[in-house]
């Protein structure tokens, strides 16, 4: 049977999808590895990790099965640097490491904050990939004289698979190194850093063939490997919001509200970020809050943690909207959009006695999806238009969650009939690498299917609206509090 393959290489492990070229999964298979913590703030792991868990994923899901093309999507920002011989040199720092912020500062002073905003579309954060290459010039100078070679977490295991090395646009997005309105490597920014162009591996768009399988037992060798792309993009992909007027909201982990756009635009304050998107010729502006289903598993964990999560938030039911006057900031690790602010901390506010768990748990669906809202107004303001939007990641399994976001959106959310996001959108990359789809329109159209629509309550639009902009004042009243200490 003819198959298309998706690898998405995340934070927590690598997760394989076999797709029929009608849009059927036919087989998932996931392999977890370890996340480093050698010190507080930093994160760390090893690209040797990826490539086994990548290689017995394949295997698992390729077993029996004709592939055609296979597609990569991944964590995005990380840092993978090689010496001239092909070896790693130093464990990959990944994208939630906070040890930079000194290079950031750097880096806005030596590029100057509006020409990097101009050129990149962001502005310099820990998290991206520029940064950690000066902390290792700073820091570890005998590892940063042996780079040869730079890359991101996904191009290492396609490294792996086929020894070609590249990176798409998507991804490549990330680093604060591309010029993204032209979709290339800026000399401007590399020239102001004193970073050498050949570190970087060429830059391709994310369905483009970047390579073919060497030969292994998992797949037949000369098997087309696309270029793929960064997670949230590959997951844009997945649920189809790949042109104009889709728009792409992620309960996961993170949360993240994500338009395409059909020309180069961004931010002016750098509240949202302005990458490249997996579609050639398309770009997307994204918002990105840190803390969104990942405030709901930290709840849990700390108050219920032997409660299924499906129990707990049914406990929410019991309070009306707002929670009679109780407000959750979900800003546990910091935050992205729209305060790129890694010191702003969470909170619930309003407590009363009378309060329960199903009150803090309903505080923080909501706190959440007053976070998207956010991220909606700002792409609103860059000209976004849209109707409806596309929910996934593991928050969207909660019907109820997705009605409290739709009514706070004031959108309808429509869900794909597949949950697997990234990696499905990573199989479409490589069924268009692999001859299977004419272009990624049309592996869309064929593969991703709609299924429940979740309307918002148009009782409840008004009330939300008034409890956002409560919500929207407890950050710089907070921050006010927090300078003072």
Known sequence: MTALVGLDVGTTGVKALALSPDGEVLATATRVYELSTPRPGWAEQAPEDWWRAAEAALAEV????????????????????????????????????????????????????????????????TGFTAPKLLWLRHH???????????????????????????????????????????????????????????????????????????????????????????????????????????????????????????AYAHDAEARVHAFCHAVPRTWQVMGVMLSAAGSLRWLHDLVAPDVPFDRLVEEADAWKPGADGLLFLPYLAGERTPHADPEARGAFVGLELRHDRGALVRAVLEGVAFGLRDSL?????????????????????SRRWLGIVASVLGLPLELTDSEEGSALGAALLGGVAGGIFADVADAVERCVRIGDTIEPDPSQLALYAELHAGYQALYPALREVRLRR
């Open 62 to 125: 390729a077993a029996g099965r004709d592939v055609a093309g296979i597609g990569l999507s991944g964590q995005m920002h990380g840092l993978v640097v090689l010496d001239d011989a092909g070896r790693v040199i130093r464990p990959a720092i990944l994208w939630n490491d906070q040890r930079t912020a000194r290079e950031c500062a750097e880096i806005e002073d030596r590029v100057g904050l509006e020409r990097l905003l101009a050129l990149t579309g962001n502005r310099a954060l």
């Open 140 to 262: 570890e100078p005998e590892a940063y004289a042996r780079i040869a070679r730079v890359m991101l977490p996904k191009d290492y295991v396609r490294l792996r698979l086929t020894g070609e090395w590249a990176i798409d646009a998507s991804d490549a997005s990330g680093t604060l190194l591309l010029d993204v309105a032209e979709r290339r490597w800026s000399d401007e920014v590399l020239d102001a850093l004193e970073l050498p162009r050949h570190w970087l591996p060429p830059v391709l768009e994310s369905p483009e063939r970047a390579g073919e399988t060497c030969a292994r037992d998992t797949v037949s060798p000369g098997t087309p490997v696309a270029a793929g792309a960064g997670d949230q993009p590959a997951a844009a992909v997945g649920v189809g919001a790949t042109a104009p007027g889709r728009l792409s909201v992620v309960l996961g982990t993170s949360g993240v509200v994500l338009a395409p756009l059909p």
């Open 377 to 397: 107004d700002l792409l609103r303001e860059l000209g976004v238009e849209t109707r409806v939007a596309r929910a996934s990641g593991g928050g969207a399994r």
